[in-house]
């Protein structure tokens, strides 16, 4: 048991997000100085099973086993920290990419590194655009997101939020972005309304949302496999298929944000495999890392992919980087984790 350092917490000097500043100013936040298992221990000692995995980060839990403590020590002893940048990256970082590609149900999958869920759902917002552009089609910058969903912090991925607190009390621009429903049958069906009836009204809205602005200026659809933040519940039967079906009709990208459904949360390695979704492009963060290390990727499609290369004859180069995306260290412990993953059979036990 740890003793509680005498804190005075007007003296706390990290802003805390996602919390009420003026209560914290009056009490101390909770402050977590342990981990073991599924356990968190505070600075009293007092346990909490951690049962969101912190945010649904520490896919593997607390307490580094012994092997990613290895694979940490072995990284940094070889190469600490490369850039990938300028032509150069690292061996592990290759390895790394080459292992994800693999792994995602998308074609000749190639991996954008980023260091956060949001920088990944921001880059591949970029590139989109970047894409829209080489392709003469400047004014396809509108996304659909869906009400009530979450892709991050920053100005971009905010705007995608479908909670209108996320846009209104920054004063956010959300002239790009149009909100459909999220689905929840089960609170949001009518009286006497079947699930097969409730996809299709979802899917009219969808084609109403596409046509009343004009599918040539709508760039990308980003859905959650699983969406978290309304509660964690399964999409109706049929409604995958329904939205993918319309954004190929309207050459519209589908983007599966896996920020918080990757890496075995709901059952298989993504959420798009356990609700039959095939996305055209999807982005990890979060269990990535196993919350050893910070890790994200966008994951596009060779398609996207080969317009980026377009972009470099045009450009001389793809004018993008982030300096501690695809670091070797988080490479290493991302090769690490999906070795566990296999070795203990991870996927038979969620
Ligand atoms: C679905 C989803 N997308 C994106 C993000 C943003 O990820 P990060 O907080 O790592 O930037 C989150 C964070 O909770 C999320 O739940």
């Known amino acids: 048991m740890t003793t509680s350092p005498e804190r005075n917490s007007e003296a706390i000097r990290h802003v805390l997000g996602v919390s009420n500043l003026r209560a914290i100013r ?3 936040p909770l402050t977590i100085c342990r981990g073991d ?130 846009h209104e009390s920054f004063g956010l621009d959300t002239a790009d972005h149009l909100y459909v429903s999220q689905p929840d049958y089960f609170n949001s069906g009518l009286p006497g309304e079947t699930e097969a009836q409730y996809v299709s009204r979802l899917a009219d809205e969808l084609i109403r949302t596409i046509e009343d602005t004009g599918p040539e200026k709508i760039s ?17 039967t049929g409604y995958m298929s329904r939205m993918s079906e319309i954004t190929r009709r309207y050459g519209i990208s589908l983007i599966a944000d896996e920020i918080v459904t990757g890496f075995g949360r709901t059952g298989a390695l993504f959420g798009s495999d356990t609700v039959g979704l095939v996305p055209d492009c999807l982005t990890l963060g979060k269990a990535m890392g196993g919350a050893y290390f910070p890790m994200s990727a966008a994951v596009i499609d060779g398609d996207l992919y080969d317009w980026l290369e377009r972009g470099s004859d045009v450009h001389g180069a793809f004018g993008h980087a982030s ?19 296999e070795k203990q059979n991870l996927l038979a036990h969620i």
């Open 220 to 236: 990308a659809f980003f859905i959650e496999p699983v969406n978290f933040s309304s509660g964690f519940l399964p999409p109706p």
């Open 26 to 28: 009056e009490s101390n």
């Open 37 to 166: 298992g599924a356990y968190i221990f505070d600075e009293y000692g007092k346990d909490y099973l951690d049962a969101s995995s912190s945010f649904y980060c520490a896919g593997l839990g607390y307490g580094c086993q012994q092997e990613i403590l290895d694979a940490i020590a072995e990284q940094i002893g070889k190469l600490s920290f490369c850039v990938s940048a300028s032509s150069r990256t690292t061996d592990t970082t290759i390895e790394f990419a080459e292992r994800l590609s693999g792994l995602v149900p998308i074609d000749n999958a190639r991996i954008l590194f980023g260091c956060s869920g949001s920088e990944a759902n921001d880059f591949l917002i970029k590139i989109l655009r970047y894409r829209e552009i080489l392709k003469g089609e400047t004014n396809r910058r509108k996304i659909i997101s869906r009400r009530g969903g979450y892709h991050g912090g920053t100005i971009a991925t905010a705007a995608l939020g479908g909670d209108p607190d996320l």
């Open 323 to 341: 300096t501690f995306s695809g670091h070797p260290i988080g490479a290493a412990i991302g090769l690490k984790i999906l070795e566990i993953f």
